[in-house]
């Protein structure tokens, strides 16, 4: 574990090279949990193959997969409860259950582990509590339960409504299963996203105007959200290694992307950030608050967090691997379980910008200082450059990307990355 940067004294306030927020920004709670009944071969997140867990797949019995949850669910607690003492007295304003496949954990501990956060946490009473959910038959019946134990946003990893898609990036669900859980989802929740993706192997135009109409068809006051991802090939993942045939070329993800506009734009889906469309008011409050700079505990296997005080901001990531994790929080010293780095005044400019600019809107130029506890100073030098090139807009009151800067969002990101002396 690094040192936290020297103290804030009153000589070193507005100083340049010290980080000092005025007021902590808002807090949200990330809580991942790592498995899935399949590794997809596209996959670089923190997910791992555990057929085992999931009914009809598994020579447990009921009971020990029940125990096994029950063991994870105790470990995130106990995580939970030794992050308290950093979030003391905050309101958290939204939860995250991701993964891996939170819908393959019983919905009893799911309770068990919501209750542990009421209990432990002060959440807001209009808190957004969104879980991440696999289209399977199995998971689909557990729905009702997830929403009465208190989940009250769904976000749905369909990807495609066509088998030919979903066979071809190794998807575990069939067309019709993605059809029914989203019918369900739409049912019982209150709110629902749809991720989707395009430019996946073999994915013709028709294909994908045919996943969008799938999920058009059915928008309204719950189906508000879409998240749609290009697809593409990560490292270490299974698809680097042995690429897939018939990736889409540039000309065909161009036409992809001008399809995506017309066909959410005329159903009244703004999209507000690179990926994420929303009907007016839906926006997600969570993923939000990252890219507004916002502050966020990540509890779990592999979970990352930002937590601001008084000292400064820093980065946290758990133990990777699962039953590493619930072994450390079981037996060893907290600490194990941890580790932190504290961002220098540096960082700032590249970590803020990275995340601001994803949004179409922009967020308020003020937020720099509230949320980074730098001047503005800082960034004159790197803004002025975009602005000159036309990247980024010369608006006094916000840090937007301008139409150019949109369209080559990575070049005007990296414009404030921190240059060496
Ligand atoms: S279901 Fe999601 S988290 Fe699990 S392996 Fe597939 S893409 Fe990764």
Partial sequence: MLNPPRPVTAISLAQPDTIRLPFPPPLSL????????????????NSHEEPQLAKGQS????????????AYVDALVRDLEG????????TVQTVFIGGGTPSLCPPAQM???????????????????TMEANPGSFERERFEAFAEAGVNRLSLGVQSFSDDCLRRIGRVHDARQAQDA???????FPRVNVDLMYGQPGQTLASLDHDLAMALQRAGSALSHLSIYQFTL????????????????????????????????SAGFQQYEVSAWSLPGQRCR??????QFGDYLGIGAGA??????HRGIRRTTRQRRPFAYIDALTHKPEPQHAAERWLEPRDLPFEFMLNALRLKDGVASHWWQERCGLPAQVLVKQARRAIDKGLLDADPNLWRASDLGWRFLNDLQASFLHESP
């Avoid at 991942?32 to 997140?45: E, G, L």
């Avoid at 992050?83 to 905050?90: D, F, H, I, K, N």
């Avoid at 969570?286 to 890219?291: G, I, K, P, R, T």
């Fill in 304 to 309: 990352h967090g930002k937590i601001s005080d």
């Fill in 286 to 291: 969570h993923n939000l608050n990252y890219w």
């Fill in 234 to 265: 990560e490292p270490n993942t299974f698809f680097a290694k042995h690429r897939p045939e018939a990736m889409p070329d540039e000309k065909l993800l161009e036409s992809m992307q001008t399809l995506i506009d017309e066909r959410l734009g």
């Fill in 83 to 90: 992050s308290l003492t950093a979030v003391w007295g905050r």
């Fill in 30 to 45: 990330y809580i991942h949990i790592p498995w899935c009944i399949k590794k997809c071969p596209y996959c670089d997140f």
């Fill in 59 to 70: 020579s447990l019995s009921a009971s020990q997969i029940e125990s096994h949850y029950a």
């Fill in 111 to 129: 309770a068990r582990l919501l209750d542990a956060v009421r209990s432990l946490l002060k959440l807001s009473a209009d808190a957004e509590i």
């Fill in 182 to 188: 989203l019918d369900a989802a739409i049912r019982i």
